[in-house]
């Protein structure tokens, strides 16, 4: 049952920090990937998932027997996607103090 935690909470990372990457990539403003993110959280929170049953007999009986198993997935996705925009944002910061969010060195060069 950890390892599919650590692979959830993982992709759900990756995913965090691509959505607010292209987020602020299309604005140049924080506020907005923020936001981005928040929507996305707040979805994949709210939309019904399930846990399949082959993933429960692999963990184990313990987590069968937990009516609110894909409640704690779904949150913990949230969890990771925040997660991930959080290390992005520290990044994108650093990169901005920096200089090379600002204005490319080169025109030529995307």
Excluded: C, N
């Amino acid at each position: 049952m950890i390892r599919i935690l650590i692979i959830e909470f993982m992709l759900s990372g990756v995913i965090g920090a691509v959505v607010f990457r292209l987020a602020w990539a299309f604005t140049k403003q924080t506020k907005p990937a923020w936001g981005a993110i928040i929507v996305v959280a707040i979805v994949v929170v709210l939309v019904p998932g399930s846990v399949d049953g082959w993933m429960l007999h692999e963990a184990g009986p313990s987590l069968a027997r937990e009516p609110h198993a894909s409640l704690v997935l779904a949150l913990l996705r949230g969890v990771a996607l925040i997660a991930g925009a959080w290390l992005t944002s520290a990044i994108v910061a650093k990169r901005k103090r920096m200089g090379l969010e600002d204005e490319p060195r080169y025109k030529d060069f995307p």
